[in-house]
């Protein structure tokens, strides 16, 4: 049974016993409408009265009972309850009218200190170390799209005037691709190669050139973590991939932001960026030797995503449900977070759908290291694993949430 109306139960007795229950509420800030689920170990307990309030839920079953209160800023319209019903395994199952406070802050882009005439120092994301000292960019500037260069014959009615050249910074300058940036090695970084070939016994030019014909040698990685941040693409050209470095202004003591959080910020902002710039919603996310790794199909990006924060002893992150007993009522977690549709393609899975796709103009490539592809394909499957049993999968697709 469940009540919709504004009030709050009395509470009989000077002790009840409480109970933990998995909550999900996925709601849509464009429609302001939302999905709420309820454990599934409701079903042990039935019956059960549901007491619906504009902030709060009072979940009722015997002598157990749990208030849910809903984040700051969320509130449900009682009234507008509807589509009630129970399915096994996922737990109660309503649609509700929602509201969610527009003042709600979103995260900062990754790029947001990355402006011209403006301090900044580039830092190593697994461990704080900085790899760029304090640097003042004249320029930052896009790159074109990626296939630029196929679509010259188009632009020029004679012939290409860019063949053979690459897009390279000058000093203070700062060039941001699709998922890199640009720049050009600073004075100490090339000179200490130099000197280093010298002490080898080889002209400089010779042992740099030797250098960058060598995949391994060409990678940029982390003198403290020895992480890999990027690759060297020419003599004074470095060019670091956005998910390995922080750009931030200079200071001495750097935050460092969890890997598999910031990692899945970047690449949350970056498909919300492509879809609203370039209306493009299906990606092929592959490694720097074209490897596809993952197919990313973006549903939607204003979610607002309320879930547990708690896991059960049975391990199982939703449906918990456990005998704890509780003082106070529960709250629970919100985020910003994209609706995504995903396909693994390691080990030739998915292979017939990848030829498809890579043949589809619409689909857009994005290159990241191997070791990112495999570390976003985790975050995935781990969102996958924590919805309802019902929500994981659509149209053949899983599904999963990335948090902004």
Request: glycine residues 4%.
């Amino acid at each position: 049974r469940a009540s919709a109306a504004p009030a709050t139960l009395a509470r009989v007795g000077s002790r009840r016993a409480v109970m933990e229950i998995g909550v999900f509420l996925e709601v849509r800030r464009g429609l302001q409408s939302g999905l709420f689920i309820l454990g599934s170990q409701l079903e042990h307990r039935l019956p059960v009265d549901i007491l619906v309030n504009p902030t709060l839920l009072e979940v009722k079953t015997g002598e157990h009972c749990e208030t849910i209160n809903l984040p700051v800023g969320v509130r449900i319209a009682p009234s507008s309850c509807r589509g009630l019903q129970y399915i096994s395994g996922d737990g109660l199952h309503m649609r509700l009218q929602v509201q969610v406070d527009s003042n709600t802050k979103l995260v900062p882009a990754w790029n947001s200190s990355l402006r011209a005439q403006k301090k900044c120092a580039f830092y190593c994301q697994s461990c704080g170390d900085n790899i760029m000292k304090e640097r003042v960019f004249r320029r930052v500037l896009p790159l074109p799209n990626e296939n630029w260069s196929t679509f010259v014959e188009e632009w020029c009615c004679h012939p290409d005037p860019f063949v053979n050249r690459v897009l390279q910074p000058c000093n203070d300058d700062c060039f941001l691709g699709d998922t890199y940036l640009l720049v050009k090695a600073d004075n100490e970084s090339y000179m200490l190669e130099i000197k280093e070939a010298q002490q080898d016994g080889h002209h400089p030019t010779f042992r740099i050139n030797s250098i960058l014909t060598s995949k391994e040698n060409t990678r940029v990685t982390c003198k403290r973590c020895k992480a890999i941040l990027g690759e060297r693409v020419s003599l004074e050209t470095l060019k670091y991939y956005i998910t390995e470095i922080m750009v931030q202004p200079p200071c001495n003591d750097i935050k460092i932001i969890p890997r598999s959080q910031f990692v899945e910020s970047v690449i949350a902002q970056l498909l919300v960026v492509f879809s609203s710039a370039r209306s493009t919603f299906r990606f092929c996310l592959q490694a720097q030797d074209g490897k596809p790794y993952i197919l990313l199909w973006l549903l939607n990006s204003d979610t607002l995503l309320v879930k547990s924060a708690r896991k059960s002893s049975s391990g199982n992150v939703f449906t918990l449900f456990d005998n704890n007993t509780r003082t106070s009522p529960r709250s629970l977690e919100a985020s910003n977070a994209i609706k995504i549709l995903y396909h693994p393609c390691t080990k030739s899975c998915n292979k017939e759908l990848v030829d498809v796709w890579g043949n589809d103009i619409g689909v857009h490539s994005l290159t990241f290291p191997s070791k990112t592809c495999l570390e976003l394909l985790v975050i995935l499957t781990l969102s996958n694993r924590s919805l309802p049993p019902s929500l994981r999968c659509m149209n053949s697709f899983q599904v999963a949430f990335l948090r902004l």
